[in-house]
């Protein structure tokens, strides 16, 4: 039977977490968010994690840059909120476009309040199974997994996707919980392949229905990670026949974006008790 697991109630449950700890906080956290361009999706998400923040207390503040704007403008608001005591959290949305260095840009922030755990430092400590900041939407897909009993030691999955907020990070935590994983990208050559083969599916490429029924066994576990925006529609990369599959099928929409947007929430909440 076609089991779907929605993640809206757990996320609710960690936002409420949240709320009751930001209650007992002396000060406000806060959390910066910077975007550069104009990306529909990108707008979508951020307006989803303020309206969050909004909820439980966090500060949030946005800062949008014209694509064009110096690289070096970019680097200084970042600076700056480096040295701004009362910002706890930073994140820039990614993706950024191509003329900017992004890897230069991620590490300009400092690692106690880099909020998606993408500086080089912290995905360093994650590659080495130190205790760091895990990005929101892998910890949105392994919290998923453990709530519903989904047993990860052993079993063989495939990502789809090598980006660096979820496919990257992803594969060490699949890792330390004893999962052998694959990674399939653009320039694997047959895909289906790979999928076929495996219990946990995982696709993170903003795609849409990029994951179809005849890509995955019986009884495998899909999960769709990546989003794409279709006339003002946010879509998916999970097709819907696959539920026609005996298969556990967890939604980009229904669970990982409702959940990334809480864990983003605990992330923040993480640098503000982490900070000096």
Same mark, same amino acid.
């Given at each position: 039977?076609?089991?779907?697991?929605?993640?809206?109630?757990?996320?609710?449950?960690?936002?409420?977490?949240?709320?009751?700890?930001?209650?007992?906080?002396?000060?406000? $956290?806060?959390? &910066?968010?910077?975007?550069?361009?104009?990306?529909? %999706?990108?707008?979508?998400?951020?307006?989803?994690?303020?309206?969050?923040?909004?909820?439980?207390?966090?500060?949030?503040?946005?800062?949008?840059?014209?694509?064009?704007?110096?690289?070096?403008?970019?680097?200084?608001?970042?600076?700056?909120?480096?040295?701004?005591?009362?910002?706890? @959290?930073?994140?820039?949305?990614? $993706?950024?476009?191509?003329?900017?260095?992004?890897?230069?840009?991620?590490?300009?922030?400092?690692?106690?309040?880099?909020?998606?755990?993408?500086?080089?430092?912290?995905?360093?400590?994650?590659?080495?199974?130190?205790?760091?900041?895990?990005?929101?939407?892998?910890?949105?897909?392994?919290?998923?997994?453990?709530?519903?009993?989904?047993?990860?030691?052993?079993?063989?999955?495939?990502?789809?996707?090598?980006?660096?907020?979820?496919?990257? $990070?992803?594969?060490?935590?699949?890792?330390?919980?004893?999962?052998?994983?694959?990674?399939?990208?653009?320039?694997?050559?047959?895909?289906?392949?790979?999928? %076929?083969?495996?219990?946990?599916?995982?696709?993170?490429? @903003?795609?849409?229905?990029?994951?179809?029924?005849?890509?995955?066994?019986?009884? &495998?576990?899909?999960?769709?990670?990546?989003?794409?925006?279709?006339?003002?529609?946010?879509?998916?990369?999970?097709?819907?026949?696959?539920?026609?599959?005996?298969?556990?099928?967890?939604?980009?929409?229904?669970?990982?974006? $409702?959940?990334?947007?809480?864990?983003?929430?605990?992330?923040?909440?993480?640098?503000?008790?982490?900070?000096?």
């Amino acid at each position: 039977m076609n089991n779907v697991i929605d993640g809206k109630e757990t996320s609710i449950t960690i936002e409420e977490e949240v709320k009751q700890c930001i209650k007992g906080c002396i000060i406000r $956290p806060s959390v &910066a968010v910077i975007q550069v361009g104009d990306n529909e %999706l990108s707008e979508t998400f951020i307006k989803l994690k303020e309206d969050a923040c909004n909820r439980v207390g966090i500060y949030f503040r946005y800062y949008k840059f014209e694509d064009g704007t110096s690289e070096l403008t970019i680097i200084n608001k970042i600076k700056e909120l480096n040295n701004d005591d009362y910002v706890n @959290g930073i994140m820039i949305k990614l $993706p950024l476009p191509e003329k900017y260095n992004e890897k230069r840009l991620l590490n300009t922030i400092i690692n106690s309040k880099d909020v998606d755990g993408l500086t080089d430092i912290n995905i360093g400590r994650l590659l080495s199974g130190r205790k760091t900041i895990i990005p929101s939407a892998v910890l949105s897909i392994l919290t998923l997994l453990k709530e519903n009993n989904i047993e990860l030691k052993g079993k063989d999955v495939v990502i789809v996707g090598k980006g660096k907020t979820v496919g990257r $990070p992803l594969i060490s935590v699949l890792l330390n919980e004893g999962a052998t994983v694959t990674i399939c990208h653009s320039n694997t050559l047959d895909i289906k392949r790979h999928t %076929l083969n495996a219990d946990i599916v995982i696709s993170a490429t @903003g795609v849409k229905n990029i994951i179809t029924e005849d890509m995955v066994k019986e009884n &495998a576990i899909v999960i769709g990670v990546g989003c794409c925006i279709e006339k003002g529609k946010i879509l998916d990369d999970i097709d819907s026949k696959v539920l026609e599959k005996n298969s556990i099928v967890i939604k980009a929409l229904d669970s990982i974006v $409702p959940l990334t947007v809480s864990m983003f929430l605990k992330n923040t909440l993480l640098c503000y008790s982490n900070k000096k």
